[in-house]
């Protein structure tokens, strides 16, 4: 091999060919060459059917919830229904057997049913969402790291103590979610069964607004439901590329909302220390990590540059 080679230049000095200065971005932009110096692994996304299966239990029991409650309420109100209510719940209860009471009764049944139903289910489904995160996170940062890993050595597979305690604190988050749900919508719904019989029109007036809050309630916890498997998925990635040294990563914007986060949109493909997070977010641009901001759905692709020096400090 020719002794000139490996080429070096300083990089303060202007490339010239044929006594002109050379643009190299552009040059290796218009034919397709990736040369912002980066080695990177591949972007991390979350499974949709890890998302899946935890929503879609969260909706299950959040559709029976509002079926249940709106039946119930409805036969109250009904004027051929009342008397076998008031009387059943009268002789079981000892208090004034009038419309307003007796709604108290129920949304206090109603209270208790679903308090007990959701909180049975909130720690054990939290922590089969997280320790199904755990698994899409492993595979991910695997998959993300693979030529690379096999070269260094990098195992990204463990769980540091870092990362047991954000499995920890996504078991909480998502158990005091689930518990949240119940309680929320009951207490809503209370107030709105008051109002009705208060201002004399009843159902007329309840109706509309248990379909109305009853899709809201839906929505709201589809989607919490949502961005909890993604701070979940996020933060355990951060914490496994920390423990294996990756501290820089590129940010991916999702690309897939109506409305996307100007910020977030325009830092799609710059870098960002991943302790830190990105200046985007929604104060006023403070930093934030990919996932963290409400409904946010970006994601980061590792850079692995540290890694290289890091390999290279070890065997001088």
């Known amino acids: 091999m020719s002794k000139r080679f490996p080429l070096k230049y300083d990089p303060l000095k202007t490339l010239m060919i044929s006594g002109k200065p050379v643009d190299f971005d552009k040059l290796f932009a218009a034919h397709g060459v ?28 959040v559709d029976q919830m509002i079926q249940e409650v709106n039946t119930k309420l409805a036969a109250l109100f009904r004027t051929e229904d009342m008397r076998g209510h008031i009387s059943s719940l009268h002789s079981e209860t000892g208090e004034d057997a009038s419309v307003g009471s ?5 949304t206090n049944l109603f209270k208790r ?5 959701f909180g049975a289910l909130s720690v054990s489904l939290a ?3 997280v320790a199904d995160a755990n698994a899409n996170s492993k595979q991910q940062t695997e998959a993300s790291l693979l030529d690379i890993g096999q070269t260094l050595a990098l195992d990204p597979s463990k769980l540091g103590a870092a990362n047991i305690e954000i499995l920890k604190a996504s078991v909480k988050r998502a158990a005091d979610f689930i518990q949240s ?19 004399g029109k009843g159902i007329a007036d309840l109706q509309p607004f248990l379909y109305k809050f009853g899709n809201q309630t839906k929505n709201w916890a589809y989607n919490t439901a949502l ?5 979940t998925f996020n933060g355990l990635n951060y914490g496994r590329m920390s423990a294996v040294g990756v501290t820089r ?16 949109e325009g830092y799609d493909g710059k870098s960002f220390l991943l302790a830190d997070g990105a200046p985007v977010g929604d104060d006023g641009g403070n930093y934030v990590q990919t996932g963290e901001e409400p409904n946010c759905r970006c994601t980061f692709t590792p850079i ?13």
């Open 34 to 61: 990736d040369a912002k110096g980066f080695a990177k692994g591949k972007p991390l996304r979350i499974s949709a059917g890890m998302e899946d299966r935890f929503t879609s239990v969260i909706e299950r029991h």
């Open 227 to 231: 961005d909890q498997t993604r701070k």
């Open 113 to 117: 049913q679903f308090d007990k139903l």
């Open 304 to 316: 692995l540059d540290d890694l290289f020096k890091s390999a290279d400090s070890d065997g001088q």
């Open 181 to 199: 749900i119940p309680e929320r919508y009951i207490n809503t719904v209370n107030d709105a069964v008051m109002k009705s019989i208060m201002s």
């Open 249 to 264: 990563g590129t940010w991916v914007h999702s690309g897939g909302s109506l409305h996307p986060r100007p910020l977030h």
């Open 127 to 129: 922590a089969s969402m």
């Open 102 to 106: 007796q709604a108290r009764i129920l």
